[in-house]
């Protein structure tokens, strides 16, 4: 009874922070002449300027200036994690794009969480193929999942502004590890195949009917509080 009391305990207040759980909106481009900083695999931290970004499926390379003028040229191989800032003029475009006229171009599927800080974009890999860095869509609460952007995943249209770029329409895919494990592709297609797969071993969402993937957020977060040492 203790045991069952604790878990509904944990749901209860899961419930209660599903509002802040929610995953981010995807960047399409990432902006230039911004700051940001290169948390090196040795722990070391370059922060500075962004100069340039180069790309593939994810972020292969960045060029940050530091506050003395010298430049670093570091490999997606090199860093643990990417960040962009969220400075004033990316913050008033990411409202402009929440006016009355933008929400018509989004679908309910679409994330619309907004960054408080930074935009993190994290080493992973691709089928075990060379490193790269792609968004993670779920800062905060990624402890067990880590959702990341598909640059690949299909969409129709794009909202632009000076600063910075975010998908347009519905966003159709994503990568998902648990647990640090490979990464799994998830799209709407195979949600309630892959929601077994990620979720199956959780007794308090095992039984979830019509899993939709709109919802993959609270299901990480109601994962995390139910079932935290899965």
């Known amino acids: 009874?203790?045991?069952l009391k604790t878990t509904l305990v944990a749901l209860f207040a899961a419930c209660l922070s599903l509002s802040a759980q929610e995953l981010q909106q995807p960047l399409e481009e990432v902006p230039m002449s911004n700051r940001g900083y290169a948390l090196l695999k040795t722990g070391e931290i370059v922060e500075g300027r962004i100069l340039t970004t180069s790309s593939t499926r994810?972020?292969?390379r960045v060029k940050l200036e530091d506050e003395f003028g010298k430049s670093h040229t570091i490999s997606a191989e090199n860093m643990?994690?990417?960040?962009?800032?969220?400075n004033a003029a990316v913050r008033l475009q990411f409202a402009n794009e929440r006016g009355s006229s933008v929400k018509k171009l989004l679908s309910k599927n679409q994330p619309t969480a907004k960054p408080t800080d930074y935009l993190i974009f994290r080493n992973t890999s691709i089928n075990g193929e060379k490193e790269l860095l792609l968004q993670l869509l779920n800062p905060g609460f990624d402890e067990q999942f880590e959702v990341f952007y598909d640059p690949f995943a299909r969409k129709t249209t794009a909202l632009e502004g000076q600063y910075i770029t975010w998908t347009g329409d519905k966003h159709r895919a994503y990568f998902v590890s648990k647990n640090g494990g490979p990464l799994v592709k998830v799209k709407k297609g195979n949600y309630k195949k892959t929601f077994g797969q990620l979720f199956g071993d959780c007794s308090q969402l095992a039984g979830t009917r019509k899993p939709r993937l709109q919802d993959l957020g609270q299901h990480i977060a109601l994962y995390s509080a139910a079932c935290p040492f899965q």
Do not use: D, P, S, Y
């Open 1 to 3: 009874m203790k045991k």
């Open 80 to 86: 643990h994690e990417f960040a962009v800032a969220m």
């Open 58 to 60: 994810g972020i292969t």
